[in-house]
């Protein structure tokens, strides 16, 4: 019964739409609750509203390093990056070498994460990411033996949920090293739907020290689990239940995850898959009838059944850190060194980054470089400041590992033969080889974009959905009418604003809305606005013709989710021009970013306009708030061709764009870096030898062109260039391990 007579509106209209709320609510798992329930809303709830206060955006402070971090990054960071050999590692020894592993426990680079008290670094966010970025500048693998340890996995999840013996006994020893953990969740049936685990454990009484204990009996099959070959505990994730009732409760317990010391009997760790020719060990890991105390339950015995929200509160926040440093680090050294490379590389008598085809390659680098980078500021300055925004740190994991497959891809291109041959002067191949592994772990992408990004942020961000998720949800059916009554209101005027928001803004162009600051920023910051209104109010419309089977319309949802990641993306590399005293040499960079972003948000909220299901909703929405269609153009040609000039010459802007990679003079990125600078220096001396139509540098002396100074000095520039321009070559031996098949001589078998 109703605390008070239902109203007519209560019963005429609310009960009605209730009832079908109720059918057309998505099915929803425990796990996908969990999931939603996982992390904080930030600036994604902004941006999904339609009204976004940019005030938010901008007064956030930039997170500046400690005197701490700073002395680790240019002492034992700078150290490791000088002692790294991506060759060596990958090709010839196909594992991490010892003395890495032992600087890197030495010098606690395992503890990154784990607070001081226990033994650890406890480094900020942005120094983490600083350093795996510079790290990873120098190979994947040797990244991501610093990764591991420091993101989702056995250190992370103690720090959060641990009791405080667990937390005595395994930090310090994770933190300098003694154990190198790994954390394996994945296996054979269970990859994305990693909860659809078969992996599983049985309540049951064992014996430890010869004392009767109370504890689980384990069985697992894992695959995929980095560090796993040489790990020293394993942070296990497995179903747990409890036939005999032990416990006293319920049969089904529900994902579990503890902590196994490798050396425990039945655990099988050792073999090694090799991914992507990564040298970094990663193998399956099997268990038979393995006897764990509950006192190895992460959280102790009270968090038997928690594993899942365990995991996905880690990684709500984990996902926005590690493989954005690495994919950022793959596009800056693709930035570096393919300005360079084009710069110097003459074909037809030109530099190659005089090529219109080449410089758009390059700008698409230099772009999204900065608009990325940007980014991962901003998340970790979120993150610094104690937000865990899960929504915004899906779209860091999807779109830096996508931007840095399309950067290392052009700057494969652009460097053609050089970046193909293999061997200890190519710079690219090795993150090439390395990109699927960060596309797929973590939320394999077409995952993260097609469900995760707008299928959390729809609901997440949503003013109203969840309360009206919640009251639908409730059984009493009167205290459901009532609550849901309180709350249909408030969306509908919502819903009525947004739509009469979007419409202004689509019929004005957005040019009427207010933007923060004045200037040549400002139409950006009312175009972001225009877009949001319109994000808003297709999300209301999606989400009210489509209730739960928006789930399954992925293509939708995944264009949705589009929107909102450009929009981030563009109010980052905005943010980024404010922070830095908004450089006149770096704007191009920024306007490029931005229009890229502006033109894929504009294109996507078309694409969504165009495949509506409703196709009446569609158009009408199409009239209402996109009435002139795309009105965010591609960035011009010209500015294209400025900003691959940007990186082409040195500036800097470029030096802006690249900071934070390891460059040294005796690695090949150095030697190119130094090629480049002289050839640069001397460019007015090379164009009267072009102009001339010169090409022989005696010649051009001979006929006065030149001086026998600037002769020698191109000679010199010339040389480096071509020393730089080298690729390897091997003995058919050292590739092979074994004699030539065929014979050099006689062309036969030998
Ligand atoms: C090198 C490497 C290291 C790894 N390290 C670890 C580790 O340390 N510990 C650990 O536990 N795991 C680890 N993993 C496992 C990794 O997390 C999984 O590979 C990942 O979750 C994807 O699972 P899968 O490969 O089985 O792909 P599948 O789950 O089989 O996915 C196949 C494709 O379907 C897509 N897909 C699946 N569901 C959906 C959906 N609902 N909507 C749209 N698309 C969907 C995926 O995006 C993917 O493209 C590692 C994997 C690799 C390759």
Request: charged content about 25%.
């Amino acid at each position: 019964m109703a605390a008070y007579p239902e109203s007519f509106r209560q019963r005429n209209i609310t009960r009605p739409l209730l009832k079908w709320v109720r059918s057309v609510l998505p099915g929803m798992s425990e796990t996908e609750r969990e999931a939603l329930a996982a992390g904080s809303i930030w600036f994604d709830a902004e941006l999904m509203r339609g009204d976004p206060d940019f005030s938010r955006l901008l007064d956030m402070p930039v997170h500046r390093l400690s005197d701490e971090e700073q002395a680790f990054l240019v002492g034992p960071v700078e150290e490791l990056c000088r002692r790294i050999d991506d060759w060596q590692m990958t090709f010839t020894e196909r594992d991490i070498p010892r003395e890495i592993w032992d600087f890197v426990r030495k010098e606690g680079f395992l503890g990154l994460i784990i607070p001081k008290e226990y033994g650890g670094k406890g480094f900020s966010a942005t120094a983490n990411s600083e350093i795996v970025m510079k790290i990873a500048s120098r190979g994947p693998s040797a990244a991501v033996t610093v990764i591991v340890p420091n993101s989702l996995g056995p250190g992370e999840l103690l720090v959060l949920f641990g009791t405080d013996r667990q937390k005595n006994y395994w930090l310090p020893r994770l933190a300098d090293g003694r154990d190198i953990p790994a954390f394996a969740l994945t296996s054979l049936d269970a990859g994305s739907d990693a909860a659809a685990m078969t992996d599983y454990g049985v309540v049951a009484w064992g014996e430890i020290d010869g004392k009767k204990t109370l504890g689980m009996r384990v069985n697992w099959s894992k695959r995929y689990i980095s560090l796993g070959p040489i790990c020293t505990v394993l942070g296990l994730a497995f179903k747990l239940s409890d036939p005999d009732r032990l416990l006293g409760g319920e049969e089904d317990l529900g994902i579990t995850v503890a902590l196994i010391p490798a050396a425990t009997k039945g655990v099988e760790i050792g073999r090694r898959h090799y991914p992507g020719m990564q040298a970094f060990p990663n193998g399956p890991t099997t268990g038979t009838d393995v006897f764990v105390p509950m006192d190895w339950i992460i959280g102790g015995q009270a968090r038997i059944g928690q594993g899942w929200r365990m995991l996905v509160t880690a990684l709500a926040a984990g996902r926005g850190v590690m493989l954005p440093a690495m994919s950022v680090a793959g596009m800056k050294v693709a930035a570096f060194s393919t300005g360079a490379y084009a710069r110097i590389r003459e074909q037809f008598n030109l530099p190659v980054s005089r090529f219109e085809g080449v410089q758009e390659a390059v700008a698409r680098i230099a772009s999204d470089t900065y608009r990325l980078d940007a980014a991962r500021r901003l998340t970790l300055a979120a993150l610094d400041s104690g937000e865990k925004p899960a929504v915004i740190t899906a779209i860091m994991k999807y779109h830096a590992t996508e931007a840095m497959r399309r950067a290392t891809n052009d700057a494969m291109d652009v460097h053609s033969g050089k970046a193909v041959i293999d061997g200890p002067r190519n710079y690219l191949s090795s993150a090439y080889r390395a990109i699927p592994i960060a596309i797929t772990v973590e939320g394999a992408n077409i995952m993260t974009r097609s469900l995760m990004i707008y299928g959390q942020g729809s609901i997440r961000c949503h003013p109203f959905i969840q309360e009206e998720i919640a009251a639908a949800q409730m059984r009493d059916d009167d205290a459901a009418v009532e609550a849901f009554d309180a709350v249909l209101y408030r969306h509908a005027a919502y819903a009525f604003m947004t739509l009469v928001r979007a419409a202004w803004r689509g019929w004005t162009f957005g040019l009427l809305s207010r933007s923060p600051v004045a200037g040549r920023e400002a139409r950006h910051y009312r175009q972001i606005k225009r877009l949001s209104a319109a994000l808003a109010i297709v999300s209301e419309a999606a989400i009210i013709t489509m209730g739960g089977a928006l789930k399954r319309k992925e293509m939708i949802s995944a264009r949705l989710g589009d929107m909102l990641s450009e929009l981030y993306l563009a109010c980052a590399s905005l943010k980024r021009f404010a922070d830095t005293g908004r450089p006149a040499e770096d704007w191009p960079l920024c306007d490029h970013a931005v229009r890229v972003s502006l033109n894929a948000a504009d294109q996507a909220l078309k694409d969504v306009l165009d495949n509506f299901p409703m196709r009446l909703v569609g158009w009408y929405l199409r009239l209402k708030i996109q009435p002139f269609g795309v009105v965010c153009g591609k960035p011009r040609d010209r500015l294209t061709q400025k900003i691959s000039d940007t990186i082409c010459e040195p500036s800097g802007a470029r030096d802006r764009l690249t900071e934070g990679i390891y460059v040294a003079d005796d690695i090949e990125l150095g030697r190119l870096d130094h090629a480049f600078r002289l050839i640069a220096e001397l460019e007015p001396v090379k164009a009267v030898m072009r102009k001339a139509r010169v090409r022989s540098l005696d010649e051009a002396k001979k006929q006065g062109l030149i001086t026998g100074n600037e002769a020698a000095r191109l000679a010199e520039a010339m040389e480096l260039v071509r020393e730089v321009s080298k690729v390897d070559d091997f003995a058919p031996e050292e590739l092979t391990g074994k004699k030539p098949a065929i014979s050099k001589r006689k062309g036969k078998a030998a």
